[in-house]
């Protein structure tokens, strides 16, 4: 159920940037305005936990411990951070 749900997120996330994309400002009736720091923040942050999920399932599907549960989704989105 999560990783339908969070596959539709990513699919309908994916396609209204792609038609934000291809319509341009042409697409809309007024100026587009630039989104903020905190706002593109909090997206990033939302898009990260999102996809730490896979990681998430593993760990708990492959092991008993709590610890090892936790270790692993701190990496997990640690590392999409980073890398984001």
Partial sequence: MVLIVGGLFLLAKSTHEIHDKLEGEEGHASARIAPSFTSVLIQV???????SLDSVITAVGMVDRISVMVAAVVTAVAVMMVFA
């Fill in 45 to 51: 942050t939302l898009l990260d936990l999102v996809f």
